[in-house]
């Protein structure tokens, strides 16, 4: 079964500074990964996803996230953050194809909501 | 591109009655839908996978004749929350993912539903 975790509930920055989500997964083999935004009563935005192509994967809103299979992790970069960054993540893991009709099935963490500081 | 609209976004209901959420792909034809729940400050939580022409399949603990799950074309499937009660309310979202090969899904907006 595969399992996200992602470390720390609440993150807290200011405008301008470095923003780090994390997220470790656990899976047999390698998993596709996603993050994705949500605001207050709204659906869910992709930010960037993984599927085994290069290992740094860049995505809207100049978010970036790393993957690292050794560390089993795929946490989440912004080198600046933005007010309107402010809002809830989530990192989630999918099965790769196998033939099987729950393909894109996701599991998520637990979320992260970032708050940024004027 | 790639559009899945849910409606409604917010509904009222009373107890005991039932309450349909619809989840349509706009610009694509979905052989899969999935249908999430997510409570307050929680996470999304699976319930069901929908795949046009079948049955649902549910998860672990998702009461299947409490949800039920219709996705009778490619481009909408139908989650009906029977007989709901307060503890049903929740935030309900939809994905649906086109194609057997795509490595990605597509969310609808969510539909609040509150059960008073």
């Known amino acids: 079964a595969q399992s996200v975790t992602q470390l720390g509930s609440h993150v807290s920055v200011s405008e301008g500074a470095l923003v780090l989500l994390r997220c470790n997964y656990s899976?047999?083999?390698?998993?596709?990964l996603f993050w994705y935004v949500q605001y207050p009563n709204q659906g869910l935005q992709l930010l960037l996803k993984y599927t085994s192509a290069a290992t740094l994967v860049k995505g809207i809103n100049g978010f970036e996230a790393e993957f690292k299979k050794s560390e089993t992790s795929f946490h989440l970069t912004k080198p600046s953050a933005h007010m309107s960054d402010a809002a809830e993540y989530f990192c989630a893991v999918s099965d790769r194809y196998a033939g099987g009709t729950s393909y894109g099935k996701l599991t998520f963490g637990q979320g992260t909501i970032l708050t940024v500081h004027p | 591109g790639a559009v899945v609209s849910q409606h409604p976004s917010r509904v009222i209901c009373k107890s005991g009655t039932s309450v349909k959420i619809e989840c349509r792909s706009l610009d694509f034809q979905a052989t899969t839908m999935f249908w999430y729940r997510q409570f307050p400050k929680q996470s999304l939580m699976l319930m069901a996978t929908?795949?046009?022409?079948?049955?649902?399949?549910?998860e672990q603990g998702v009461e299947k004749d409490k949800f039920l799950i219709n996705h009778a074309s490619l481009t909408l499937s139908t989650l009906t929350v029977t007989s709901a009660h307060p503890e049903d309310s929740s935030f309900y979202i939809c994905s649906a993912r086109p194609g057997w090969m795509n490595t990605e899904a597509f969310f609808g907006q969510g539909t609040r539903l509150t059960v008073v």
């Open positions: 899976s047999s083999v390698p998993p596709y």
């Open positions: 929908s795949n046009e022409g079948s049955k649902a399949t549910y």
